[in-house]
């Protein structure tokens, strides 16, 4: 009897560690890309065990264009040999396969609204403050206007909850978590206020909810790389404006 | 005819359009694919209804399913809540990671071909060459998939089960980027370089609620005549 429950806990514990039981996750990324971090999160939330591939941009793994030959970006996850590229896509992915901890929630009106946030995330907002991040004098208030109505719609979502995905991070919370962190880089950076307190409570308030949570504290990459990296990406778009 | 379950399960579903939209199609395909009885409310796009701007505030823009008086917007994300709400007729996979390469290609699609068609409609001279250029090779990405993927049994990307994400997702090209291309006064398809591309095309437009929403060339050559020198007019004030 006692060899026998011994037998089975044993088992039991190593369908729990995944390495043993030979399920292998790796995470190709980069120490900055914002769209990898959010793979950090979500494994780290649901406690996936997963080795990390850092890559360099300028000089890219071959495994890294055998996984992803179509955008030869990161991030990439590997999962059991099987490689799967697009941020979004990789979240959904760990959410499907892994139930602990949901990124998504139960309703499909609930999911369909995520994943539209999401996408609100990616397709507009990134790109309205990444305006703004690289423009000056005139242009650049001129690129607050679309950023600033789309940061509104943001605080709009976020009445009456602490996170996006209302009591606890989801999967809206990672796709916008960059917001968190870059923002105020870009705003020291810039020298200009694009998420103001007064203007923005809500919003402002989950900047630091967010960013302070334990998981994601964590994994911030370094902010004095972040402040070169991109004090450097501004220059170079003004170098190749002004030719 | 729908059962009795699916029937219970439709509450009311409505679907704000507009009879050109591409967007819109995909939507309407996924609805008749699994047989779902929608009421159809046809937009005046330059007079948008108050349904329609409350319904989607954010974008202002069809498509926009309404179910039981939820709206959603965006039509890759409506798609994917038609086949969470009503499990027949599966249009991604069931599999986690057959499901992932679907929403990766559903992806690749709409920002390297989809985009880039609006781009290249909108954009003139060497701009529109520069456009042009990634558009082909992004069509050349497709077609290599199609030649891997498709053979006489497989016509679709949805697999021997016949249409699936991919399908419906590519599925404008078939009837709008030819048109497109005279209007825009650019080429990117070519029956030689994209034998296979080609013979999806045909294939997805005999699809039976597939054919009978194509609206013809000339009425499409039509209304996009109209609307490029408008768009090209607000790019150039900008």
């Known amino acids: ?243 | 005819m729908a059962s009795s379950s699916v029937a219970d399960q439709e509450g009311q579903v409505m679907l704000l359009g507009f009879w050109f939209s591409p967007f819109v199609k995909r939507v309407e395909w996924a609805l008749k694919f699994k047989g779902i009885e929608y009421d159809y409310v046809e937009e005046d796009l330059t007079n948008k209804s108050t349904l329609l701007l409350t319904s989607n505030p954010i974008h202002m823009r069809v498509p926009v399913l309404i179910h039981n008086g939820n709206p959603i917007a965006e039509s890759l994300v409506i798609i994917e809540y038609i086949d969470e709400t009503w499990k027949q007729n599966p249009i991604l996979p069931q599999d986690p990671y057959e499901r992932a390469m679907a929403r990766f290609w559903a992806n690749f699609i709409e920002q390297k071909v989809t985009e880039s068609t609006r781009e290249a409609l909108v954009s003139q001279g060497e701009q529109q060459e520069k456009i042009v250029k990634e558009l082909k090779e992004a069509i050349e990405v497709v077609e290599g998939e199609a030649k891997a993927k498709l053979n006489d049994k497989t016509l679709f990307f949805g697999g021997g089960n016949g249409v699936g994400y991919v399908d419906i997702v590519l599925g404008w090209t078939c009837n709008w980027m030819e048109t497109i291309e005279e209007v825009g006064g650019f080429k990117v398809l070519d029956p030689e370089s994209q034998p296979q591309f080609h013979k999806w095309m045909a294939n997805f437009r005999e699809v039976t609620f597939v054919k009978p929403t194509l609206a013809p060339k000339e009425k499409l050559v039509e209304y996009f005549r109209m609307v490029r020198p408008a768009r090209l007019g607000l790019v150039a004030n900008k």
């Not at chain 1, 099987?82 to 992915?93: D, F, K, N």
């Not at chain 1, 396969?97 to 009106?109: E, F, M």
């Not at chain 1, 946030?117 to 423009?135: H, M």
């Not at chain 1, 607050?144 to 995905?165: C, D, R, S, T």
């Open chain 1, 1 to 243: 009897m006692c060899i026998k429950k011994g037998i089975s806990a044993a088992i039991a514990f190593a369908r729990y560690d995944q390495n043993i039981m030979g399920e292998e996750v790796k995470l190709f990324r980069t120490w900055s890309s914002p769209f990898a971090l959010r793979i950090v999160w979500a494994l780290r939330i649901k406690g996936i065990e997963y080795q990390t591939v850092f890559e360099d941009i300028s000089n890219k793994s071959p495994s890294l264009l055998q996984y992803n030959p179509v955008h030869r970006k990161v991030p990439v996850l590997l999962h059991n040999g099987r490689p799967i590229a697009e941020s979004l896509v990789i979240l959904e992915y760990i959410d499907e396969t892994w139930k602990q901890a949901p990124l998504l929630p139960v309703d499909p009106h609930e999911r369909a609204m995520a994943r539209f946030w999401a996408k609100f995330g990616d397709d507009k907002v990134l790109g309205s403050i990444w305006s703004v991040f690289i423009k000056q004098g005139k242009e650049q208030e001129e690129a607050m206007v679309p950023a600033m109505e789309n940061l509104k719609f943001l605080e709009e979502e976020l009445k009456g909850k602490k996170f996006f995905g209302g009591e606890t991070i989801g999967f809206v919370d990672l796709a916008l978590g960059w917001l968190a962190n870059l923002i105020g880089l870009l705003e020291e950076i810039v020298g200009l206020k694009v998420v103001d307190g007064e203007k923005l409570p809500l919003l402002s308030a989950w900047m630091q909810e967010f960013g302070d949570a334990p998981i994601i504290k964590d994994n911030w990459p370094a902010r004095d790389g972040m402040i070169l990296k991109f004090q450097a990406l501004r220059d170079a778009t003004f170098a190749a404006a002004s030719k």
